[in-house]
């Protein structure tokens, strides 16, 4: 089993850049892809993006394609979400996912969650 923590949300303004970080912890992490998804008040839990376990293969939700990046650097226990020209409708709580692989992820079939951190984007 694997467990993640996010990092790195903040309130910020409108269109300037954020990156998230998911540190993992459990020896069996490279053998996961991951992903990001949001939450806004009031809305259903979103997908955002997901990365294959060799970080050669990723998907974008259109709301983010373009101004997402994600990320997994090799030999590292991390998978960032790099945001740039950020607008009000990203505000929400990001949550980092782990699945065996990234279209289970984008379907919401993950093995894991973390607890989410707060991204907040003003006019």
């Known amino acids: 089993q694997v467990q993640l923590v996010e990092s790195g949300g903040g309130l910020v303004q409108a269109g300037v850049s954020l990156r998230l970080s998911c540190a993992a912890s459990?020896?069996?992490?490279?053998?996961?892809?991951m992903g990001w998804f949001r939450q806004a008040p009031g809305k259903e839990r979103e997908f955002v993006a997901a990365?294959?376990?060799?970080?050669?293969?990723?998907y974008y939700a259109p709301s983010g394609k373009g101004r997402f990046t994600i990320s997994r650097p090799y030999a590292t226990n991390t998978v960032y979400l790099q945001m740039n020209i950020l607008e009000p409708g990203d505000t929400a709580v990001y949550y980092c996912?782990?699945?065996?692989?990234?279209?289970?992820?984008?379907?919401?079939?993950?093995?894991?969650w973390g607890q989410g951190t707060q991204v907040t984007v003003s006019s």
């Open positions: 996912a782990a699945g065996r692989d990234p279209i289970a992820v984008r379907s919401r079939d993950v093995e894991a």
């Open positions: 459990g020896r069996t992490f490279n053998n996961y892809a």
């Open positions: 990365i294959d376990w060799s970080g050669g293969t990723t």
